[in-house]
């Protein structure tokens, strides 16, 4: 009997990386996929071949480019001849930066100049949600032939699993990460109708949806600077630091490991379909009381200022 495979798209960092070493793990052959990190991703399956004993392929595809996901799910079966996970994990933030000077351009909503507005929409929709919509597509109807296959062969269907990593983003409102947001809400809607179809083949279909983890994803420039030493905070530590003054229930933010054990366990849950879960410590649980004395205190600080 051959190990079962799982394909996550983007694994040559961050999220990604950390799910497929917990894979590896637990036995799995591995597909990594990358885009511009393909010595990352040799590096990490070299590490997941010595140290757990799978197997491990790379394979690199642009997922922002109209049939690269197909090509890369297509050439992962044709590799191992089976296809038990599949997770969609690549993803970007909608932010541009200046060609010149490499800094983030930074607009506030409704002073944004109509061109970059679409390019920042563009950018996120291309992956986050067309890329992130074809791989799954095209991985349901493989995980389908199999099915079929097993069913033809007087087999009952094995358990197969698709998972999605989208984001609180969908729900959180930030007005300078509106299109990530969409894209992460649109990929939502597509997690929950291919929930239908998988189903009677016993293909279990969810979304993840981390709150901050510390990535080369959140790494970079907050726009919000340290009083103390004037220097800009990164993403993770502003929401670090807000964690920490009890803006979500674990005063922490995660790290990538804690999401690739949740990725895990989400995709060998028999029962469980069609869910959008967030695993954010608490971060969507935020309202102003269980912070009553920090919105009180400066609700106050604002009065005596106005
Ligand atoms: N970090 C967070 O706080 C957080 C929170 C919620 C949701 N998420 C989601 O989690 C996922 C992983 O994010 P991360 O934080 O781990 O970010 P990351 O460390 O920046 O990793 C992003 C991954 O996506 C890949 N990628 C980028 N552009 C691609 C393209 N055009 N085609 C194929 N792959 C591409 C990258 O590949 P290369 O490096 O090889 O280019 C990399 O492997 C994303 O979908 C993100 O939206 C992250």
Redesign the pocket.
């Known amino acids: 009997m051959s190990n079962p495979v799982c394909l996550v ?8 990386a950390a799910v497929v070493d917990h894979f590896a793990r637990h036995g799995y052959d591995i597909v990594i ?5 393909q010595d ?2 040799e590096a990490i399956a070299g590490r997941l071949r010595q140290e757990h004993g799978v197997r491990a392929i790379c394979i690199g ?4 480019e109209r049939d690269e996901s197909f090509r890369l799910v297509d050439e992962a079966v044709a590799h191992y001849g089976r296809l038990d996970v599949a997770i969609s ?4 933030a909608n932010y541009l930066k200046d060609e010149q000077t490499g800094e983030l351009i930074r607009h506030r909503f409704h002073e944004c100049p109509p061109e970059h507005l679409d390019r920042e929409m563009a950018r996120v929709l291309d ?2 949600l067309m ?1 992130a919509y074809r791989f799954g597509q095209r991985s349901l109807k493989h995980m389908i032939d199999f099915a079929s296959a097993q069913r033809q062969a007087g087999e009952e269907p094995s358990h197969r699993s698709l998972l999605f ?1 989208t ?3 969908d729900v959180a409102p930030e007005a300078t990460r509106i299109p990530y947001g969409v894209s992460k809400a649109g990929l939502n809607h597509a997690v929950i109708g291919a929930a239908f179809e998988g189903g009677p083949h016993n293909i279990t279909t969810n979304a993840l949806r ?4 510390d ?4 790494s970079r420039p907050s726009g919000i600077t340290d009083p103390e030493t004037g220097d800009e905070f990164t993403v993770a530590e502003t929401y670090g630091l807000m964690a920490e003054g009890g803006s979500q229930a674990l005063p922490w933010i995660a790290e ?1 490991g804690d999401i690739a054990v949740a990725a895990y366990a989400f995709t060998q849950i028999p029962y469980m379909t069609g869910q959008l879960v967030a695993v954010d410590g608490g971060f969507t649980l935020a309202g102003g009381f269980p912070n009553r004395e920090l919105f009180l205190n400066e609700g106050l600080r604002r009065r005596q200022r106005d």
């Open positions: 798209t983007g694994s040559s960092s961050g999220i990604g996929n990358y885009n511009s990190g990352r991703a595809a642009n997922l922002a994990n690549s993803g970007v992956l986050n890329g990593i984001s609180v983003s981390p709150g901050v983890v990535t080369p994803l959140t990538p």
